[in-house]
């Protein structure tokens, strides 16, 4: 049983995630939640944790911005959007149990100090923003790292806030160019 409670967009993704682990499971009904929803979730972060798992999508990243910007010690948990897609639809409902699991064992807290590890030219030099394949760069290293998608911009700010380490970066970076040699 997982401890934290797993936040959700919707009523399918409640049981797909109930499917894939013994948790339990809440959903936001989208953007539309009222004040006193996200009181409730502070009061269950407060308990027993949460881990925000929505959709690898704008609406997605919309919803769990302003949770965390209220919720401060809540995790992160990513689904690739390659593997939340079925037949052009995107979201948590259409992942496998196996890709779920993944995803909330990945899950990581926002660091409450924030790290100025990484920095945008090294993010350049190494590919990873504004080159021609750096999107798909940051696709991979955020699948492996367990951050999710994101652009070069929203990367760089979850390298730093989600508390990734030096040696797990040069890792996961190492599985995708094995000849890289840093």
Known sequence: MIKEIIVVEGKDDITVVKAALDAEVIATGGFGYKKE??????????????????????????????????IKNCKHAFLPQGKALKKGDIGVENADK????????????????????????????LGLAGGPKSREKREKL??????????????LNRLNN???????????????????GR
């Open 142 to 155: 955020g699948e492996i790292l367990g951050i999710g998608y994101a652009n070069s911009k929203q990367f």
């Open 98 to 125: 196996e890709d779920i699991v993944e995803a909330i064992l990945k899950a990581r807290p926002s660091n409450i100090e924030r790290k100025e590890e990484f920095t945008k030219e090294e993010l350049i030099v």
């Open 162 to 180: 989600f508390g990734i380490t030096r040696k797990e970066f040069k890792e996961a970076l190492e599985r995708i160019e094995p000849d890289h």
């Open 37 to 70: 929803f996200v009181k409730t979730l502070k009061n269950i972060s407060e308990k027993r944790g949460i881990i925000i798992l929505t959709d690898p999508d704008y609406a997605g990243e919309q919803i769990r911005r302003d949770l965390a910007k209220h």
